[in-house]
Structures are given as C-alpha cells and as structure tokens.
C-alpha cells in the first residue's frame, strides 16, 4: 500500500492560500510515487478547495466530524455534509480535540463508527501525554485509546483506516519522538490491532507518525520501514515543506 502524507491545518489558512498552495503541490508532486497525499483544511475551506485538489492529486480531509446524522447539535458538522463538501477523509481523535475540547474515548468511537458507516476514510490519532511517558505508562495509554474506539467493530477494509500514532508531547514543540521511539509504538500499535477488529487478523492498516514532522527529521522518521507516512501539522502550511516531507516518505 502507498504510503499517506497528510497535513494539518488546524485553524489556519485562508482560501487565498488553501488555492496557492494546491497549485505548488500540483506543480511539485509530478515525481511523487507511492505516496497517497492528503490536506486536512479548516472546514470552510473544503468545498473552495476540492476541485483544485482533485487536480493537484490531494485527497480532502475534514479535521473532525459528529456522530449524528442531522439535527439540533448547533456548531457540528456531519458525515453527509463532508461527502458532499468533497472529503473522502476525516481525523478523529485528534489530541487537541481530546485536550483542549475535552472528547473523551467514547465520543472518539462513536464518531469513528459513524465516519466509516457513512462512507468517509479515517486517521485515527492515538498518543500519550508526557506526564505518561515519564511515568512508563505510554503503551497502556495507547492500548485503550486504540481497544476503545476500534475494539469489536467489524472488519475493516485497511485502506481506509490509518492510525496516527502523535505523543503529544510531540505536537507542536518543535521535539519529535525518536525513530526508535516512533517505531517501537509502532510495532506495540501494530500488535495490539491484531485481535482488537474483525476476525482477529491484523487489519493492516497504515499506522503514521505526527508531531513536529519537518523536512530537517522527516528522512530519519520515515526511512524507518514501520512508519508509513506521516500526518504534518505547522510544517505542511507551506507547499515545499510538505512536498520535502512527502518526498521523504517516498524514498522511505
Ligand atoms: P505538528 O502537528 O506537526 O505541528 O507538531 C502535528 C499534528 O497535530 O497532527
């Protein structure tokens, strides 16, 4: 399976930006292969943005959606309204929606579900905090995170799942996770899927790395065979940070 490079935008970017950016990766991505390419805009930015993608080779992510499929839930956005803003994608679990909003594992399962049953793909973000790591707990934290919102559900076509393994001691620090560090979570992820979806096999999905990815540590992270891809936050905002950090992954 291709690799998968997503960046987020988190609450930046204007249209103005969202459309120059998709012309310099359109420009830029001719020499990419193996790599699956994805943004994830703010929300209004979707519909401006989805032709220009189409063209660019980019898939469209959303950063979050709700669970429920219409109705008096002011502020949220459904998994319908996303389809047709033009997203195949979708981010649940984000830890800043886990942190600072305050979602808990529950809420992350229930829009996960309603995401894959509603047609979206999703990237599954999972991830200790530093008091976490420190105390040596950092694979529970990331068993329960991964049992909660996966555990039980029916097979799971792999391409349209990706796990998103981002410490969130990592995000946005401008200190990433060691290789070994990124791989060892990663083979621990990667074992602990088999036996939490469908019939016990591992789904094989791709399980990527977050957290002050930039194009100065982007070669190390993801030569690493067990990091296939990486989701980019303030480092994908400018089209040949994130063209460099794609084109890492896919010498990787
Ligand atoms: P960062 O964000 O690359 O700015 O650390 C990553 C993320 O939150 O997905």
Known sequence: MNR????????????????????????????????????????????V???????????????????EARGAFTGEISVSMLLEAGCEWVIVGHSERRHVIGESDGTVRRKLSAALAGGLSVVLCVGERLEERDSGIEEDTVRTQLASALGGLDPIDPGRLVIA?????????????????????HDFIRSTLRGLVGDGDAPGCRVI???????????????????EGALVGGASLDAASFLSIAGASRDG
């Open 4 to 47: 998968f490079v997503g960046g987020n935008w988190k609450m930046n970017g204007s249209g103005f930006e969202g459309i120059a950016w998709m012309q310099s990766v359109k420009e830029g991505a001719g020499g990419l292969s193996g790599v699956d390419l994805a943004l994830f805009p703010p929300f209004t930015l979707l519909p």
């Open 209 to 227: 790395y977050g957290g002050s990815v930039n194009p100065g540590n982007a070669g190390d992270l993801l030569r690493e065979p067990s990091i």
């Open 49 to 67: 943005l989805a032709e220009d993608a189409r063209e660019a080779g980019v898939m469209l992510g959303a950063q979050d959606v709700y669970f």
């Open 165 to 185: 393994y981002e410490p969130v001691w990592a995000i946005g620090t401008g200190r990433n996770a060691t290789p070994a560090q990124a791989v060892r979570m």
